[in-house]
Structure formats: C-alpha cells, structure tokens
C-alpha cells in the first residue's frame, strides 16, 4: 500500500511534470462588499457561501453610510482562481449587492484585525506575557492577579503570531473580529 495520500476531489500530477498546475493552487483572498443595509442581506450572501460549499475565514459586516442605508461586508476565504471568480461573480449578482472588489487582486491594500487575549500567569510566566505583549504593542485591558487580558490590532499574521507565542505561557481564550479592509490610494 503506497504512503501517498490523495486529497478527494484533487488530480495527480507526474512526478516529472515540475510547472504547478495553477487551476489547482487555493489562493487566499480579501472580498469587499458594498450592499444596501437591509434585513436578510447578509444571510443572502452567507447562503450563496453556504449552498456552494466555499468556506469563509473570515467576515465583518458594519454600517458605513447612514444617508445611502449602505453597509461593508468584508468576506476573507479561500479557493482555487476559478473559484474565486465564481464567488465574486455569484455575489454581484445578488440584487442588494451593489460592488464587489476583490482587495487581493486590485491592488494595495490594508488589512486590519483587532483580538482579544486572555493569558493566565503568575510569576514568570506573568513576566514574560507582559514582555511578550509589549513587544507587538498590546494593550493590556484588564489584570487581576492570576491573569490579563491583551488587546492587539494588526494584520491576520501578526495576530497569529501573538497567538503562538501565548500558547506556552498560558493562552486561555481569544476572541478574534475578522478582517477590515480598505484599498489603498485616493481611489
């Protein structure tokens, strides 16, 4: 039995074919939105998501223009190039859609998350959060004796990095609130 395992749903490739087949590669990608703010927008979108089984790794939706009824859905997720074509176009299609821009492709852009930590520690450990901390300029936002809770604004790897780092000393709970994002530039 050979130790090769094949992901369902993927194509095996020669060993000696080296190009990468890129309708093969996942790409990671940033989707802004622009949607009239009404009751069942969002779970529109969602659904589309839902129905076709793409996944979403991230999502932030907020009011932006309180004259226009506008609201941002900022959707982060994954999928081959096809893929993500057909999400984008599925989700311009939905009629309280109004714009879809792929960040990722489009250009520059800026991309923001804000996470809450909770750390228990004492002593040392306690020390070492709070160097930690300082270092990626978290905030402490609450302290009792055996714990804190940080506060960190940064991109999705700067979080994750924070993240692995208060593992060992004594990661207790996080809570995370997705991408923001905004292209770059005047346009």
């Known amino acids: 039995m050979s130790a090769l395992r094949i992901k369902k749903g993927s194509t095996s490739h ?48 907020a009011e932006v223009n309180h004259e226009e009824n506008l609201s941002r859905i900022t959707i982060v997720t994954s999928g081959t190039p096809q893929v993500i074509e057909q999400i984008k176009a599925q989700v311009g299609r939905i ?23 909770k750390v228990s520690g004492k002593g ?10 300082e270092i990626f300029r978290a905030n402490v936002v609450d302290s009792t004796l ?5 506060e960190i604004t940064g991109t999705p790897e700067k979080i994750d990095a924070f993240a692995d ?3 060992p000393i004594g990661l207790l709970e996080m809570a995370r609130t ?3 994002a905004l292209s770059r530039g005047a346009e």
């Open 14 to 61: 020669s060993a000696y074919n080296l190009r990468p087949n890129f309708s093969d590669v996942v790409e990671t990608h940033t989707l802004a939105m622009l949607v009239e703010n009404e009751p069942g927008v969002l779970a529109r979108v969602i659904g589309l998501f839902a129905g076709r089984g793409y996944n979403i790794e991230s999502l932030t939706v």
């Open 95 to 117: 009629v309280p859609v109004r714009d879809v821009h792929d960040l990722t492709v489009e250009g520059p852009s800026v991309e923001r998350e804000l996470a809450l930590f």
């Open 124 to 133: 040392e450990h306690r020390i070492e959060a709070l160097r930690m901390a």
């Open 146 to 150: 055996e714990s804190f809770v940080f």
């Open 165 to 167: 780092l208060m593992r």
């Open 178 to 180: 997705g991408v923001a």
